[in-house]
């Protein structure tokens, strides 16, 4: 047990040891005391717990110490810069290479989940995740590179190590390929990728005197794009690594950034002057030309042109997403142009098909709009230079890291920041939303005072359509006001009034208390809960005129059968007596009744029924292959029957 805190340490024979939250329940960090090349085994035989400063002894065979990561600055993400920031949709977690260790945090309450310490000796240099989501690939300042399972950080296959650190690190799914570059030793190394734990180096590209800037992989054609410090824009074909082709369309200027336009023979590159432009890529007769340009200026108001660090394009919305030198986050919308140049490419396509199309015709560029882009927002995201920036289209999220060691989460519709990753200690234990009492249906509010769920909102709603005509009823019986009884049709001006604890004058007080039956009225007369009622009953008696207990008695009738009998007469000291279950089923809830919606200070709300169509989808493919599966066999058993 680790005093001062919820943790407690576990070591088994095998010198593995494991941090439990015992508040959560679940293990919190693993440790290894072996690695393979360990000549003998450690045989643990004890271990212990330095207070101050907090470490970690483990005694066998050897002496070993684990010091505990201090966390000196409990506003940022880690101690150290976080290289990059990758967002995971499958089960909502945010994962931050820092150091040589990869932190995964709960995006739903921005809490840590669970770190992979130590998975190198060196540290992370490139991160990013695969098209899947399933590994990490990961490269280091030695030169080394490897896959890591996501789940559990363990080692799954390492690449072929380069001279120098790792810059690039990127995915060729659909050659089955891995691609890592190292910018100091202007190598580019293509590592086949179709087995679970085995890899193999297919080809070596060496860049000669120049140092490589940027790198991506278009999936359309087939090739690698290169950009280069002096300005060289270079593909070159992924399957073979022959080179197809260069072009300089920025002059001398360094290539900061590239992506790629899906479906499009097209590439968005910028350069370190603020130039972002449209270039043809092979293998299109006007490749190697640049269509379009614009200027990335600042927007500090001294109209100076901008380096842009990183570039995402969103295929889905057309939008261009820029974090630049000066750490402003915009957005352009390039939505006209991706038009125009969609337009050009049906325009070719039915020329080739009447085979009318001449020389003259390929060679003319496409008609693009030459207006610039609407920027549709720009916002100062950190005060350092950005690190990393990485989007999320279904949850419409942009994060950021920087070199101030934080980690922002942005709107990327708007640009309004959202939250930012901390390793605080302070953190706040999230409140329910919603408390179930065990046995019972009901669902209360967070005060205890009300039930929130749909099934009981339904029912009253129900009820109170049916009650309405006995309502009236009684208002012509008691004479009461006509114009107050009118405000009952009002759903809401009813459900205020059942808000009132009110004293059930049949059965008596909620809390009884000992004296005559003289003594008992006169406690309910002069109780918080009746003058509330009083209050709140008067409006439906005329002017002047008191309501005797027979009318008081049957409009409360009235209203208590309108919400389930006498469950609005027990006491908020009733409620909070009785013990409540905080797990419910969130969609029984009815969120439009909750007073407090979020259960804690975390301001992010990723999509839960995004998550939920896709598992559905799964769910409905493998049900069809199932089926499929069992239809051919049945049929393949008749015919040889």
């Avoid at 208590?560 to 089923?585: H, Q, V």
Wanted: charge should be negative; charged fraction near 25%.
């Amino acid at each position: 047990m680790i005093e001062g805190s919820s943790q407690f340490v576990s070591l088994d024979t095998s010198g593995t040891i494991k941090i439990w939250d015992f508040k959560k329940f679940n293990c919190v960090q693993t440790l290894s005391l072996e690695t393979v090349e360990d000549q003998h085994k450690f045989h643990p035989q004890a271990f212990g717990v330095i207070p101050k400063p907090r470490k970690l002894v483990l005694a066998g065979r050897t002496l070993n110490f684990f010091e505990y990561d201090r966390n000196y600055n409990p506003n940022a993400v880690d101690d150290s810069v976080a290289v990059g920031v990758c967002y995971r949709p499958q089960n909502n977690t945010i994962l931050t290479p820092t150091g040589n260790k990869i932190k995964v945090w709960n995006a739903l309450t921005g809490e840590i989940k669970r770190i992979y310490s130590d998975i190198s000796q060196a540290e992370i240099t490139v991160f990013k995740l695969d098209e899947l989501k399933k590994r990490c690939l990961i490269g280091f300042s030695n030169g080394e590179a490897g896959a890591y399972n996501v789940l559990n950080g363990a080692l799954l296959k390492t690449y072929t190590k380069h001279n120098s650190e790792l810059t690039h690190i990127l995915e060729a799914k659909d050659l089955g390929f891995i691609i890592t570059a190292s910018a100091s030793d202007g190598t580019i190394k293509v590592h086949t990728d179709k087995t679970v734990n085995e890899s193999e180096l297919a080809r070596v590209i060496t860049l000669q005197e120049v140092a490589l800037t940027a790198i991506i992989y278009q999936s359309l054609n087939k090739l690698i794009v290169t950009g280069t410090q002096n300005g060289i824009i270079a593909f070159w074909e992924a399957e073979t690594g022959k080179f197809l082709g260069q072009c300089a369309c920025f002059g001398q200027e360094e290539i900061a950034s590239i992506v790629v336009l899906k479906d499009l023979d097209y590439i968005i590159a910028a350069t370190s002057t603020g130039k972002i432009g449209i270039i043809v890529t092979p293998p299109s007769t006007l490749r190697y030309n640049k269509i379009f340009e614009f200027i990335n200026y600042d927007d500090d108001g001294l109209k100076v042109p901008v380096y842009p660090v990183h570039m995402i394009w969103s295929h889905e919305k057309r939008f261009l997403f820029i974090a630049d030198d000066r750490s402003w986050l915009k957005v352009y919308d390039l939505s006209d142009k991706i038009e125009d140049l969609y337009r050009h490419q049906e325009i070719e396509k039915e020329a080739k098909l009447k085979e009318v199309h001449s020389s003259k015709f390929t060679l003319r560029l496409p008609n693009i709009s030459t207006s610039v882009p609407n920027k549709l927002w720009a916002t100062k995201a950190h005060n350092d230079p950005i690190k990393a920036l990485e989007y999320s289209e279904a949850e419409n999220l942009l994060f950021t890291s920087a070199l101030d060691k934080k980690v922002k989460i942005w709107n990327a519709e708007t640009g309004k920041y959202i939250d930012a990753l901390q390793q605080k200690y302070d953190g706040v234990e999230p409140t329910p939303i919603a408390y179930k009492k065990p046995g019972f249906e009901g669902i209360y509010s967070p005060d205890l005072t009300a039930r929130v769920d749909l099934e009981h909102t339904n029912k009253v709603r129900n009820d109170f359509l049916k009650n309405q005509a006995e309502l009236r009823a009684l208002a012509e019986k008691y004479n009461i006001d006509s114009s107050a009884a009118s405000k009952l049709g009002s759903f809401k001006t009813l459900k205020t009034m059942g808000s009132v604890k009110m004293p059930n004058l049949e059965y008596g007080s909620a809390s009884p208390t000992r004296g005559s039956k003289k003594d008992k009225e006169e406690e309910k007369k002069d109780s918080p809960a009746n003058k509330k009622f009083e209050a709140k009953a008067s409006i439906f008696f005329k002017p002047g005129e008191e309501g005797d207990h027979k009318q008081r008695h049957a409009l409360e009738s009235v209203i208590l059968s309108a919400y389930g009998g006498d469950e609005i007469g027990r006491t908020l000291t009733d409620i909070e007596e009785e013990e409540f279950d905080p797990f419910y089923n969130w969609r029984k809830i009815d969120i439009n009744e909750l007073e407090v919606k979020n259960s804690s200070p975390w301001r992010l709300h990723v999509n839960f029924q995004e998550n939920k169509s896709n598992f559905d989808h799964h769910l409905s493919d493998v049900r069809k292959n199932f089926y499929d599966f069992i239809h051919f066999f049945n049929q393949d058993s008749e015919k040889s029957t």
